[in-house]
């Protein structure tokens, strides 16, 4: 008698283990076609939404034989979104973003249920998604998604930090690039790249933040770390000029001055005048 007992008792276990199994596949697949019906209409046109795979009806007819045979075998059946190519993904999710109102939850939110596609963090179509973002100078919208990604834990790299900077001062909002920077990067000058240096000098002296320019250029300095090009150079003497630290403006274009006067090695003499005069120079030396 017990042992019939505990033969019940395992079946039961074992059929409610597969009802639990069977609601989260048909959780998933209701979620993932709710969201293909929701932004259906932020396609442009019939054509593109019919390219990208999305159909109402598809989701409403095929629900019901799509959540009973999501295996069948033991195989795995491909999930909606994964017969789209890259390149359609990556098309959709711009005119998604550029087409949202100029809200934090619904440009998250978009990106939540576009990144649920796929198995792994698509870090590499996402800069695809920002260069094209940039290309329409949508800024805002650049900062937005950059930090989403921050907030996941992904793109922590000097090339992304870059672009978040270039966008947020492109976007009006130098504090808080400025705030960015330091905490994020500027509190390790001895191995953050020149590009981005320079980068943060420039947007210091265009919104006029000079004693942040100098502190930062003075950081540099005191990691013996030289200015890549005269640009640099100027940016800072100007800073001192207009904050009447004239000594400090000789001594650095003094410390420099062979960027100021240094040709490239192996870069051919420029010759001035017209055309045939150079040219007659040119034979003479020959």
């Known amino acids: ?99 949202l109102k100029d809200s934090k939850e619904a440009v998250y939110g978009a990106l939540d249920a576009w990144v649920a596609w796929e198995r792994n963090f698509p870090i590499g179509p996402l800069k695809q998604v920002l260069l094209k973002l940039e290309k329409e100078q949508q800024w805002h919208r650049i900062v937005q998604v950059i930090k989403w990604m921050l907030s996941k834990g992904q793109g922590n790299t000097m090339g992304t930090y870059e672009q978040l900077i270039k966008a947020l001062d492109m976007d009006h909002r130098a504090k808080e690039a400025h705030e960015f920077w330091k905490n994020k990067i500027g509190y390790d000058l001895h191995s953050v790249p020149w590009r981005l240096c320079s980068l943060m000098i420039s947007v210091y002296c265009r919104n006029h933040m000079l004693e942040d320019l100098v502190k930062l250029f003075k950081g540099l300095e005191a990691f013996d770390r030289k200015p890549p090009d005269k640009s640099v150079v100027q940016k800072v ?31 051919p003499k420029r010759l001035r005048g017209p055309r045939s005069q150079r040219e007659g120079k040119l034979a003479q030396e020959n």
């Open 1 to 99: 008698m017990r042992g019939k007992h505990m033969m019940s008792r395992a079946a039961r276990i074992t059929r409610l283990t597969r009802q639990i199994t069977q609601l989260r596949v048909d959780r998933n697949f209701i979620l993932t076609c709710s969201y293909n019906t929701d932004v259906r209409h932020s396609i442009p046109n019939q054509s593109d939404a019919k390219t990208l795979g999305f159909s109402r009806d598809q989701c409403g007819n095929q629900a019901q034989s799509a959540l009973a045979k999501n295996y069948i075998g033991g195989e795995r059946k491909p999930q909606v979104g994964e017969n789209i190519s890259r390149k359609d993904k990556i098309s959709f999710l711009v005119n998604t973003l550029l087409d």
């Open 237 to 267: 003497a100007d800073t001192y000029e207009l904050l009447g630290l004239f000594d400090e403006k000789d001594r650095l274009l003094e410390k420099y001055k062979d960027l100021f006067t240094e040709r490239r090695v192996g870069s």
